[in-house]
């Protein structure tokens, strides 16, 4: 009879295994730089973000987002889950490193995030992952522009680059995007003090750049401080987008006070 008893426990206990909770997300080993330490408390399944603190005072300096998660209310949300796996530091640069292998730098003078490749090639659902559309954007795409007309493209690592663009002191975001009507490619910045979109290329010339960035095979940022020593470039009021085609052309694109311009650097 205690066999029979133990037999229909075990059967009514198998779907609650079934169905338990992910496993907790590594403890991240913290990072030290210059008298700061750089902690990831990975208690926020839907946001991975980096804390920066005071090693004298322990004091927050500030709180930086790395990516976000994608949740879909039809499946279970905490194994939609995906946190900060490890941290390590190259010059002025945070590697963050996701539970799926994913790389994020983040430059800690302008706080600007990078996604590198990945070390290993990524799984269907890593790929997915990669193609997690910051949320600033995701509230622009719903809401605003780029919901009428545009559609984000992927067609470029990364398809989104953060920085403070126009030097107000917020980070703003710029991502490649589609015009749907023509196909024709260029960069969206949102700005993030006020979620106001402009779009470059994509059926607004800008420059030798002209109306369609389909020649574009990379970019990234150009931080203001990095500007001030460069040849032939202007005193920066923020960060700015360097884009080019590989062993070809090259440009800034920069915030003059007034509007974003065109700075060719190369034929």
């Known amino acids: ?14 779907p609650c295994l079934a169905s338990a909770k992910r496993a ?31 090693v004298q005072t322990n004091k927050k300096l500030w ?19 995906v946190f900060i796996n490890a941290m ?5 640069t945070l590697i963050v490193t996701s539970e799926r292998g994913q790389k994020y730098e983040v430059d800690l003078k302008t706080k600007a995030i990078r996604q590198s490749d990945p070390a290993q090639p990524q799984t269907a659902d890593a790929t997915a992952q990669g193609h997690d559309i910051p949320e600033s ?30 030097g107000d002191g917020n980070i703003d975001v710029a991502v490649l995007v589609k015009q749907r009507a023509t196909g024709k490619l260029g960069i969206a910045i949102v700005h993030g003090a006020t979620d106001k979109v402009t779009i470059l290329g994509a059926g607004n010339a800008i420059g030798n750049g002209g109306d369609d960035f389909d020649w574009m095979d990379s970019w990234e940022i150009y931080s203001k401080d990095r500007a001030a020593s460069g040849m032939g470039v202007p005193k920066l009021h923020g960060d700015a987008l360097f884009v080019s085609k590989s062993e070809a052309a090259s440009a800034l694109i920069y915030w003059n006070g007034k509007r974003y311009v065109w700075l060719q650097q190369g034929d």
């Open 63 to 81: 709180e930086l987002t790395v990516f976000t998660n994608r949740i879909d209310p039809e499946l279970e949300e905490d194994v939609q889950w």
């Open 137 to 166: 954007v995701e509230k622009v795409i719903r809401n605003g522009l780029l919901a009428k007309s545009y559609d984000v493209s992927f067609g470029v690592k990364p398809f989104y680059l953060r920085g403070d663009f126009n």
């Open 88 to 92: 390590s530091l190259r010059h002025d």
């Open 24 to 54: 907790a997300p590594a403890e991240v080993e913290p990072v030290i730089h210059e008298g700061v330490r750089y902690v990831a408390p990975n208690e926020n399944g839907r946001r991975a973000y980096v804390e920066a603190w005071d």
């Open 1 to 14: 009879m205690s066999r029979s008893i133990l037999t229909l426990f075990a059967a009514m206990l198998l």
